[in-house]
């Protein structure tokens, strides 16, 4: 009998983490998952695989806590999800960000060189690093121009991820992914924010939705769709680095007429703009090609932006209507 796959997955229990758990179980893989010790971790994405997956306590900031995670774990595919991965947090911690999102990068990739180093390795590089687009639509070769310390962060994990391929030879990938939302996406991101409340002004349990930039706009897509990809690259038997997306933009404004749409509410009835929610430097025009995530791993979007904004309003009412109960 062939040998069961281990994956390692750093960032396991966010968004993106828990569907990619999901997902190597079923294909029959050892899944551990990497979390900090902290007081604030929330387990809730992963509670209903907490008897399927094996948990290792270990810290982006900590070189020991990574090799003794994989010296447990074993791993023949590492997947390096975790991050600061709100964009507006960056710009009150960006020394911080810097040290998980970019520098932390280096110290799985070591402790990977020293532990396991025929695994595979794959990176959560993102749109982000595009920020002030020299070119629409971004793809592979597209020149970075980040606009925010998490974009300047993830810019040097792409790179010190490349850099570990080409001098040690070792199999790692980035996806550059555009942004990807889901039921499971935070509170604080825009989507969800509006999903959840067009869902809680829809039962009465809220009645004012604040927003900032209605013009801005980006690649949406869904998380449970783009992991797929991730898991892909990791199949190759070339490691490349590749853009994930629709290349369809959508601006925040249209998000919030479909989840309104859905939710049967009005938006003038219950929106208002607040300046202070824009970003300092607003990045403009995302839109990801993704035709070399096409041509090489035979993969597509099978998620509109349409259906995911109304499955997730769908998802929002069903859970806010439980919290009632």
């Given at each position: 009998?062939?040998?069961?796959?281990?994956?390692?997955?750093?960032?396991?229990?966010?968004?993106?983490?828990?569907?990619?758990?999901?997902?190597?179980?079923?294909?029959?893989?050892?899944?551990?998952?990497?979390?900090?010790?902290?007081?604030?971790?929330?387990?809730?994405?992963?509670?209903?695989?907490?008897?399927?997956?094996?948990?290792?306590?270990?810290?982006?900031?900590?070189?020991?806590?990574?090799?003794?995670?994989?010296?447990?774990?074993?791993?023949?595919?590492?997947?390096?999800?975790?991050?600061?991965?709100?964009?507006?947090?960056?710009?009150?911690?960006?020394?911080?960000?810097?040290?998980?999102?970019?520098?932390?990068?280096?110290?799985?990739?070591?402790?990977?060189?020293?532990?396991?180093?025929?695994?595979?390795?794959?990176?959560?590089?993102?749109?982000?690093?595009?920020?002030?687009?020299?070119?629409?639509?971004?793809?592979?070769?597209?020149?970075?121009?980040?606009?925010?310390?998490?974009?300047?962060?993830?810019?040097?994990?792409?790179?010190?991820?490349?850099?570990?391929?080409?001098?040690?030879?070792?199999?790692?990938?980035?996806?550059?992914?555009?942004?990807?939302?889901?039921?499971?996406?935070?509170?604080?991101?825009?989507?969800?924010?509006?999903?959840?409340?067009?869902?809680?002004i829809k039962l009465g349990l809220a009645d004012?939705?604040?927003?900032?930039?209605?013009?801005?706009?980006?690649?949406?897509?869904?998380?449970?769709?783009?992991?797929?990809?991730?898991?892909?690259?990791?199949?190759?038997?070339?490691?490349?680095?590749?853009?994930?997306?629709?290349?369809?933009?959508?601006?925040?404004?249209?998000?919030?007429?479909?989840?309104?749409?859905?939710?049967?509410?009005?938006?003038?009835?219950?929106v208002a703009i607040d300046d202070s929610l824009?970003?300092?430097?607003?990045?403009?025009?995302?839109?990801?090609?993704?035709?070399?995530?096409k041509e090489i791993l035979g993969w597509e979007?099978?998620?509109?932006?349409?259906?995911?904004?109304?499955?997730?309003?769908?998802?929002?009412?069903?859970?806010?209507?439980?919290?009632?109960?």
């Open positions: 009998m062939p040998e069961r796959h281990s994956a390692l997955i750093t960032g396991i229990t966010g968004q993106d983490g828990s569907y990619l758990a999901e997902l190597l179980l079923e294909k029959g893989y050892d899944v551990h998952g990497m979390v900090r010790r902290s007081s604030t971790e929330k387990f809730d994405r992963i509670e209903h695989l907490r008897d399927k997956i094996t948990l290792h306590q270990a810290d982006l900031l900590d070189h020991r806590s990574l090799v003794d995670a994989m010296r447990a774990a074993k791993p023949s595919e590492i997947y390096n999800l975790a991050a600061m991965s709100f964009v507006a947090v960056s710009w009150i911690q960006p020394t911080l960000t810097a040290e998980f999102t970019g520098v932390g990068v280096t110290r799985i990739l070591e402790a990977m060189r020293e532990v396991c180093p025929e695994a595979r390795f794959y990176q959560a590089s993102s749109s982000e690093m595009f920020g002030k687009v020299l070119e629409v639509p971004q793809t592979e070769t597209t020149p970075f121009y980040p606009r925010s310390p998490y974009g300047v962060a993830k810019v040097y994990g792409h790179f010190i991820t490349v850099n570990y391929r080409e001098s040690y030879d070792l199999h790692a990938t980035s996806g550059i992914l555009f942004n990807h939302e889901s039921p499971r996406r935070g509170l604080e991101f825009v989507t969800r924010k509006i999903t959840w409340h067009a869902a809680a004012k939705l604040q927003l900032g930039n209605l013009d801005a706009e980006r690649d949406w897509g869904y998380a449970k769709d783009y992991v797929e990809a991730m898991w892909l690259m990791l199949q190759q038997d070339k490691p490349e680095d590749f853009v994930i997306a629709t290349g369809t933009a959508h601006s925040v404004k249209t998000c919030l007429e479909v989840a309104f749409d859905q939710a049967g509410l009005e938006i003038d009835d219950h824009k970003r300092p430097a607003e990045v403009d025009h995302l839109i990801g090609d993704p035709t070399k995530a979007p099978k998620t509109s932006f349409e259906q995911l904004i109304r499955l997730m309003v769908d998802a929002d009412l069903k859970l806010l209507s439980a919290g009632r109960g």
